[in-house]
């Protein structure tokens, strides 16, 4: 079984910057493959960002320039977010597509 956990939301004003953590217990195999989305208060769970099985990140248009996800050795993910925007609200979730898993959740709030 995996367990993944996030942290390092938090509120912050527009242009603001945070870096989430997504720590992963257990199965190592599982933190291959690992992504960010977010849900928002009334829309759909969004992908935000991944990185693959040989360490290609991807990103959703909407964070293209502005995120910058990355692992390092220990298989934790991380989600650097600069340039923060009212619309970046929400909960932000890891999963691990490898298990297909998810995280519970960490809250990000920026305000304009």
Known sequence: QVQL????????????SLRL???????SHCAADMSWY???VGKDREFVAGIDFVGNP??????????TVSQDAKN???LQMNSLKPEDTAMYYCKTEQCNS???????TVSS
């Open 5 to 16: 956990v996030e942290s390092g939301g938090g509120s912050v004003q527009a242009g603001g």
């Open 21 to 27: 953590s997504c720590e992963v217990f257990g199965y």
């Open 38 to 40: 977010r849900q928002a």
């Open 58 to 67: 991807t990103y959703a248009d909407s964070v293209e320039g502005r995120f």
């Open 76 to 78: 934790t993910l991380y």
């Open 102 to 108: 998810w995280g519970q959740g960490t809250q990000v």
